[in-house]
């Protein structure tokens, strides 16, 4: 771990040295890791109480300015108590902020439900960090009709699915529009980690929508309050999902633990009419 510099320690009941800090390579949307070491300068005890009491570690994401970002960040539990003058190393779980470039990260200590502690003066390192793509540019594809994606315009970047970072699952009389696969891998690389987006379904000559898939129907863009599963969704390696009740037939997925999700109604698929 890299040390931190001196500092200004305060006096009181709640105060924290920082001896070291060590980050790991942030991607955007994923789970990160940061190693701390710090010491209890304080007069009370640090107890690591669970749930909504205790001291934890948590962080907050800066823009260049110092604009907060993300506050409130995931909580670290304490490994056991520290009196004044201990000190102990702690691992952190960062959920990194969306969408790739340079931010800031502020570490602070929080007594859960009552105060940070740089909120009564004690000092809150501040790293510069540069947050990447979440994933490469491969996307694997599975249930796919035979020529179903002969049309994409970004067609180096469909592999197949044991060598993608992400897998998408369509189904039979299922069609991508010809830029599906390269807005799927631009929302993953953004650093979402479950991606849908709408389904064209026409129901009869009309061409009206089938009831069923109305809520998921051509039009708009992204909706970050969207209620309902995604469906035919591309998901990156090693995220969690809940599958759903099929809608219309087509696979249905939720998102799990707090991960980023995306419905973009301009992510495109077709599903010809099937006939009664």
Same mark, same amino acid.
């Given at each position: ?57 948590? #962080? ?21 108590? !520290? ?19 340079? #931010? ?5 200590? !929080? ?80 650093? #979402? ?45 090693? !995220? ?22 995306? #419905? ?13």
């Amino acid at each position: 771990m890299e040390t931190v510099g001196d500092h200004p320690v305060t006096a009181g009941p709640l105060s924290v040295r920082w001896l070291a800090v060590e980050l790991a390579p942030q991607r955007a949307g994923a789970i990160g890791v940061a190693r701390v070491a710090i010491e209890n300068a304080g007069l009370a005890t640090w107890r690591p109480q669970a749930g909504s009491r205790g001291v934890k570690a948590s #962080y907050h994401w800066l823009d260049s300015l110092g604009n907060a970002l993300l506050w409130d960040g995931l909580r670290t539990e304490l490994l056991h108590e !520290v009196p004044p003058g201990g000190r102990i190393e702690l691992e952190l779980a960062v959920r990194t902020v969306m969408p790739p470039g340079r #931010y800031r990260l502020a570490f602070d200590l !929080v007594d859960e439900g009552k105060r940070w502690f740089a909120e009564v003066g004690s000092y809150a390192p501040e790293l510069d960090v540069e947050v990447t793509s979440r994933c490469e540019r491969r996307l694997g594809v599975v249930d796919a009709d035979a020529g179903a994606l002969a049309a994409q315009d970004e067609p180096e970047a469909i592999v197949p699915p044991g060598e993608a970072a992400a897998v998408a699952r369509l189904a039979p009389g299922v069609t991508p529009a010809s830029d599906w696969a390269r807005r799927v891998l631009d929302a993953h690389q953004e650093g #979402y980690g479950v991606v849908g987006g709408s389904i064209e379904a026409p129901a009869g000559p009309l061409r009206r929508q089938a009831a069923e898939l109305a809520p998921w129907a051509p039009g708009g863009g992204r909706n970050p309050g969207f209620a309902h599963p995604l469906l035919c969704a591309s998901v990156l390696a090693g !995220v969690e999902v809940e599958e759903s009740a099929p809608v219309g037939g087509l696979p249905a997925v939720r998102a799990l633990g707090g991960e980023p999700w995306v #419905y973009d109604a301009r992510i495109q698929l077709s599903r010809r009419r099937v006939r009664p």
